[in-house]
Structure formats: structure tokens, C-alpha cells
Antibody, heavy 118, light 111 residues
């Protein structure tokens, strides 16, 4: 079955840029059947949608992050990535990648913890 | 793009039912039948339990049901079991602006 796994640096300093990668196994991100998304969750708090992409090139972002975030894909590696710049402590969170089917997040990765601290 | 409003907590005894509300606006919950619900245990990734307001993914017990009226969606867990104790989040697609919004989360306690 389809599995997602996030990877990336765990500790960054304020003003730096975060780069996370989601590797998809058991299914192709370029099949055209699904959107793929990033979601984050600060410790002890709720979920926040970050953005989504579709292999046609359609990409949408959370308006509150739009000026700092970008999502891209490497179909040859079956991966998609999140870049978030100008980091602050408020960006400290567990970052999940997820598959989107029927406008719902049906398969999730285990999450990657990102801490922003000087 | 405010978070959808959920009660912070809900509880019930084993065998009883608990209903969680999720209130949004006409641009999200009220505007589209794309409300989904997620169950999250501590330290684990969320799990989809309801999509498109009322549909259950394969493997989710029929004790979980969803509904919607106006700008408020609801998740009902019937026949509560100890394993249902978890955090629950709703989510809605807001098509006009092409984004998703999550609820504030509800902690369900089985007494």
C-alpha cells in the first residue's frame, strides 16, 4: 500500500530556510489521481494546512504562509518537497506530508519534527 | 482563514454516544460537502475516519458517522469504546480560495 515518509533537518535557526522532502512508496505521485499536501502541527496544538500540489502544476498555499512557502516535486524520485523561508520560532512544529483523495487527507506520513531556535 | 470551531472536550461512558460539532462559514463548511474528520492518538499521525461529510473509509467502524447542517458539521461516535479516546479534528475544503482549514480539535474522553 502507499506509504509516505518525511525527511529533513530537525533543528534550524531563525531566519534560515526549511527544506523537507516527502518520499512516496507504493504509488506514483505523477499518476494524476491525487493531490499531495503538507500539514503541520505545533506541539500540543492543532493542525494547520500548509499547501498542496498536483502533477499538472497546480499548486495552492495557505494564504497565511503564501509569501514564505513553496512546494515542488521530483517525479523521477517520486518525492515532493516543502520549502519555508524566513523561519521564526512560530514555525516549530511536526510537519506531515499527506495524500489528498476526495478532498480529504487519506494517507499520512509519520511526521518530521522541526525546531527553530537560536 | 480562521480555524473551524470545535468544543475543546467531549466525553461519554462506554456504550454511549458522543457528538462533536465543527462550525465554519459559508465559504468552507457551509459551501461544500468536503468536510472530513480525523482521529489522532498521542504521538501518532492523524487517521481519516470520515470524508465528504458522511462517507467512511474502508476499515473504519460504522460506529463513526458524520452529518452537516448549514455551516456546522458533526461527528458522532456511537457505542463508545475505550479505543475511541483520542483527539478529533474536522477539516473543510474552501474551494473558492483553494485552501483547506482544520478545526481547533476536540479531546474525547471515555469515562
Amino acid at each position: 500500500q502507499v506509504q509516505l515518509r518525511e525527511s529533513g533537518p530537525g533543528l534550524l535557526k531563525p531566519s534560515q530556510t526549511l527544506s523537507l522532502t516527502c518520499t512516496v512508496a507504493g504509488g506514483s505521485i505523477s499518476s494524476g489521481s491525487y493531490y499531495w499536501s503538507w500539514i503541520r502541527q505545533p506541539a500540543g496544538k492543532g493542525l494547520e494546512w500548509v499547501g498542496r500540489f498536483y502533477t499538472s502544476g497546480s499548486i495552492n498555499y495557505n494564504p497565511s504562509l503564501k509569501s514564505r512557502v513553496s512546494i515542488s516535486a521530483d517525479t523521477s524520485k517520486n518525492q515532493f518537497s516543502l520549502t519555508l523561508n524566513s523561519l521564526t520560532a512560530a514555525d516549530t512544529a511536526l510537519y506531515y506530508c499527506a495524500r489528498v483523495a476526495n478532498f480529504a487527507f487519506d494517507i499520512w506520513g509519520q511526521g518530521a519534527m522541526v525546531t527553530v531556535s537560536s | 482563514q480562521s480555524a473551524l470551531t470545535q468544543p475543546p472536550s467531549a466525553s461519554g461512558s462506554p456504550g454511549q454516544s458522543v457528538t462533536i460539532s465543527c462550525t465554519g462559514t459559508s465559504i468552507d463548511v457551509g459551501g461544500y460537502n468536503y468536510v472530513s474528520w480525523y482521529q489522532q492518538y498521542p504521538g501518532k499521525a492523524p487517521k481519516l475516519v470520515i470524508f465528504e461529510v458522511t462517507k467512511r473509509p474502508s476499515g473504519v467502524p460504522d460506529r463513526f458517522s458524520g452529518s452537516k447542517s448549514g455551516n456546522t458539521a458533526s461527528l458522532t461516535v456511537s457505542g463508545l469504546q475505550a479505543e475511541d479516546e483520542a483527539d478529533y479534528y474536522c477539516s473543510s475544503y474552501a474551494g473558492n480560495n483553494n485552501f483547506y482549514v482544520f478545526g481547533t480539535g476536540t479531546k474525547v474522553t471515555v469515562l
